[in-house]
């Protein structure tokens, strides 16, 4: 239930860091590591701090933009210490690993995202995700470094995986509809804020945080295929009727 879940580390500044990441996923029965932009990979120091998940390492993507690494996903959560101003779906590492299980039973691609140490996700990458994952810490000392965190969500993915009971191909009551994936929504996101523009509704000089806005309610939603299709041929049927003399 595992095998479809992704950790994804985004322009990791230590390499240390990394190999302390693919050891604590693959205690954890994890294999897929994804790294966006890593300051400095390959490195002896990650393949040191790895202690033996030199596996997990060999077979990590290397990509160089956050969107290539979600390429295909169809649920994403962004790790974050940091609460933000602008409310976001919210979960904690045990409902985060919750939703990701049952996903990934279904087949699903899923993708628990992880920020720079420092500074963790910007705003524009929290965006991309359904949830943001919070682990409550001591509010007086709250300094968890990254594989310290990828250690408490992987621990609560195996334990998932371990309650959870497999759901047999056809025992709904409707035809699973595959959901849209990460791609699919940034081309709808593209397209929805073309049309709100279009349509005179907003100032693209004075967009203020309708951008954000329209991504929470639509991630908080969750598009499958056909919704996806449906909305934007409603996009594309009310850009054509304003355009039409």
């Not at 990979?41 to 933009?65: C, F, K, M, N, Q």
Request: aromatic share 6%.
């Amino acid at each position: 239930m595992l095998n479809n879940i992704r950790i994804v580390l985004v322009s990791t500044t230590h390499p240390g860091n990394i190999g302390a990441v693919a050891r604590a996923m693959k205690t954890m029965g994890l294999t897929r590591l994804t790294l966006v932009a890593p300051e400095k990979y390959p490195h002896v120091e990650a393949t040191a701090r790895a202690s033996g998940a030199d596996d997990v390492l060999a077979h990590a993507r290397i990509v160089a933009s956050l969107d290539e690494a979600l390429a295909g996903c169809h649920l994403i959560f962004g790790a974050s210490a940091r609460l933000r101003t602008i409310p976001w779906p919210q979960v904690d590492a045990r409902a985060c690993a919750a939703l990701a299980v049952s996903a990934s039973a279904a087949t699903e691609e899923v993708a628990v995202v992880f920020g720079r140490e420092q500074s963790g996700l910007t705003n524009e990458e929290l965006e991309r995700c359904h949830y943001l994952v919070h682990i409550p810490s001591n509010p007086a000392f709250s300094s968890l470094n990254i594989a310290a965190a990828v250690q408490v969500v992987t621990y609560e993915l195996m334990m998932a995986s371990l309650q959870a009971q497999p759901v047999a191909a056809g025992s709904g009551d409707e035809e699973h509809v595959p959901w849209a994936t990460a791609t699919e929504m940034e081309q709808f996101y593209d397209h929805l804020w073309q049309t709100v523009i279009d349509i005179g509704f907003v100032d693209p000089a004075k967009p203020r945080l309708l951008a954000r806005r329209l991504r929470r309610l639509f991630n908080r939603a969750r598009l499958d295929k056909n919704e996806f299709n449906m909305l934007r041929g409603i996009l594309a049927a009310a850009q054509a009727r304003h355009r039409a003399p």
